[in-house]
T-cell receptor
Framework: GEDVEQSLFLSVREGDSSVINCTYT??????LYWYKQEPGAGLQLLTY?????DMKQDQRLTVLLNKKDKHLSLRIADTQTGDSAIYFC????????????FGSGTRLSIRP | DTEVTQTPKHLVMGMTNKKSLKCEQH?????MYWYKQKAKKPPELMFV???????INESVPSRFSPECPNSSLLNLHLHALQPEDSALYLC???????????FGQGTRLTVV
């Protein structure tokens, strides 16, 4: 399909790991991105992965990429209340020009 | 410095008004974008400028008119908007169109 798909909601206990999944569409995307959006704010670039990588780790964040299945995941270790936000995966889609297309977003909520 | 600055932060306008949204970046990025985001939805691409030339217009109604006066500035001129145009308007920039984009905090627009 044309949509970049994500689960809409995820609830985790504080201190546990969060795993947010994404299925993208364009196999020629050179980069795939994770953005975070807190209420009323713009989008913050969290991390990205180059398409020739399987995994990228950046402090509490781990990105896994399965190109065969066009599946991307973001793991947040030791989830904190400040991690509450909407998380968007994004791909670069190539047609007449390249453009960044966002997934539907996953709202992460943290339980005490 | 990864800052994209948008002004104003909030704007209320009538359906007969003409207003402009402004976006500025000083990272030397050559691609700039306008996105529209409705509540609980992902950002939707409106326009892409590459090297100060419009490269993508995602079939946006003519009541939205983009302008790129120089490589650091991007404007969005608004005229005769409808209440359904109320949304968060996000500007972004990137080094090139196929690299990661950095977003401003957005302008929350209300059309009355």
């Amino acid at each position: 399909g044309e949509d970049v798909e994500q689960s809409l909601f995820l609830s985790v206990r504080e201190g546990d790991s969060s795993v947010i999944n994404c299925t993208y569409t364009d196999s020629s995307s050179t980069y795939l991105y994770w953005y975070k959006q807190e209420p009323g704010a713009g989008l913050q670039l969290l991390t990205y992965i180059f398409s020739n990588m399987d995994m990228k780790q950046d402090q509490r964040l781990t990105v896994l990429l399965n190109k065969k299945d066009k599946h991307l995941s973001l793991r947040i270790a030791d989830t904190q209340t400040g991690d509450s936000a909407i998380y968007f995966c994004a791909e670069i889609r190539y047609s007449s020009a390249s453009k960044i297309i966002f997934g539907s977003g996953t709202r992460l909520s943290i339980r005490p | 410095d990864t800052e994209v600055t948008q002004t104003p932060k909030h704007l209320v306008m009538g359906m007969t008004n003409k207003k402009s949204l402004k976006c500025e970046q000083h990272m030397g990025h050559r691609a700039m974008y306008w996105y529209k985001q409705k509540a609980k939805k992902p950002p939707e691409l409106m326009f892409v400028y590459s090297y100060e030339k419009l490269s993508i217009n995602e079939s946006v109604p003519s009541r939205f008119s983009p302008e790129c006066p120089n490589s650091s500035l991007l404007n969005l001129h608004l005229h005769a908007l409808q209440p359904e145009d109320s949304a968060l308007y996000l500007c972004a920039s990137s080094q090139e169109t196929n690299t990661e984009a950095f977003f401003g905090q957005g302008t929350r627009l209300t059309v009355v």
